[in-house]
């Protein structure tokens, strides 16, 4: 996928996967596949017929969880065809200890899902050193009374609503923009940590990009940067998060195997 415009993908099952779309992501230039899928048509063997292997942890999950991990994992299959020529076999993607996405060698990417669809996101390592993708369906008035001092400041709100947004949407793309950012630092710092330890500090509208900022005593102790930039998109229902970029001067610093 060397074009930059977006393509629709052949549907493989039209009962449990719905439409695919594979696109080069305008704003960050990693692949980008987002396909829809029917929770209610689920039924274990589809694992098979879409060619995605079942961990043992997720053949104990729920039948949700297991829809869910399939159809992300599917998506993946998709998204790792477009880096390079690969066989089948090399496109499984794992699942580490920590319910962590374990990738092919030289490639870094992420997985999303929410409310029957699946996102992920994939680059080469030579490209991205992080990468970290998040979907989340806008959250309810009464979502954001319950999360709202959780996951922002009060700093971060004034920011986004000033500039236009509503509480349901500044709060729903705070959310996913630091759930981006968990996702993409992770393999490096092996640390779970909270959104208290990253801040919006910008919000671009127009470019549809906003800056987090990591405390200076994280950020210090893992030896990382302190600013990050997320692309974000909006659709009717739902909004999109993807942090990605290269740790500039820091060869040194690499996901941990």
């Known amino acids: 996928m060397q074009e930059a415009a977006a393509k629709i993908m052949p549907r493989v099952d039209r009962q449990f996967i719905g439409k695919v779309h594979s696109e080069v992501h305008a704003g960050t230039g990693v692949c980008l596949v987002t396909c829809e899928f029917d ?7 589809l694992f098979v017929e879409l060619g995605v292997a079942m961990p ?7 039948p949700k969880r297991q829809a869910e991990f399939l159809a992300g994992r599917y998506a993946a299959a998709l998204a790792l065809q477009h ?3 690969v066989r089948h076999q090399d496109v499984q ?3 580490g200890e920590k319910r962590n996405p374990l990738w092919p060698t030289g490639v870094v990417g992420s997985i999303s899902h929410v409310d029957g669809m699946a996102v992920c ?4 390592t030579a490209d991205k050193d992080y990468l970290g993708i998040d979907v989340e369906v806008v959250m309810s008035t009464r979502v954001c009374r319950e999360v709202a001092r959780i996951v922002s400041t009060r700093q971060e709100r004034e920011l986004l609503c000033g500039l236009g947004l509503s509480e349901r949407v500044a709060l729903t793309l705070i959310f996913s923009a630091k759930e981006s950012l ?4 992770y393999p490096s710092v092996r640390d779970y940590f909270g959104f208290e ?6 919000l671009h509208l127009e470019e549809q990009t906003l800056v987090l900022t990591l405390t200076e005593r994280f950020a210090a102790g893992h030896k990382l940067p302190q600013d990050y930039q997320c692309q974000f998109t909006q659709g009717e229902h739902w909004i999109q998060s993807v942090t990605c970029g290269k740790f500039h001067g ?5 996901a941990v195997p």
């Open 182 to 185: 968990f996702k993409a630092l």
């Open 39 to 45: 929770l209610a048509s689920y039924q274990p063997e």
């Open 83 to 85: 880096l390079a020529p």
């Open 93 to 95: 993607v794992g699942i």
């Open 250 to 254: 820091r060869a040194n610093l690499k």
């Open 197 to 202: 330890v990253a801040e919006v500090t910008e």
């Open 56 to 62: 043992e942890s997720i053949a104990r999950s729920v």
């Open 121 to 124: 996101a994939v680059s080469h």
